[in-house]
């Protein structure tokens, strides 16, 4: 499984920005993708996973009403429309991609990894 974040920049507090991640080679064995976010010095973090279906999303209680998960099953494509983006949520944006049936929030679920996006929301 490869995957392609797109989407990030430099935007103003409160303004949005809509994150793409493109999923390719052997996309049949996803089950769910995911997306994580990390600060120099801190952790990868669990931001949103949807199952590759799209029936079912689990969001971090710091995204709820301001961030959606969304997939676009004609081209593989999965989005983060983040809005009300705060100076908090400036960080590298990852995309993931687990292949086993149990929904995962934790670094260690996701086998399959994008480069990162830098998102930087100025106040």
């Known amino acids: 499984v490869q995957l392609v974040e797109s989407g990030g920049g430099l935007v103003q507090a409160e303004g949005s920005l809509r994150l793409s991640c493109a999923a390719s080679?052997?996309?049949?064995?996803?089950?769910?993708m995911a997306w994580f976010r990390q600060t120099p010095g801190k952790e990868r973090e669990f931001v949103a996973t949807?199952?590759?279906?799209?029936?079912?999303?689990y969001y971090a209680n710091f995204v709820k009403g301001r961030f959606t998960i969304s997939k676009d099953n004609s081209k593989g494509t999965v989005y983060l429309q983040m809005n009300s983006l705060k100076p908090e949520d400036t960080a590298v944006y990852y995309c993931?991609?687990?292949?086993?049936?149990?929904?995962?929030?934790?670094?260690?679920?996701?086998?399959?990894w994008g480069q990162g996006t830098q998102v930087t929301v100025s106040s």
């Open positions: 949807m199952s590759w279906s799209g029936a079912i999303t």
């Open positions: 080679e052997r996309t049949f064995t996803i089950t769910w």
């Open positions: 993931a991609a687990r292949t086993s049936p149990p929904i995962g929030s934790s670094v260690s679920d996701y086998p399959y």
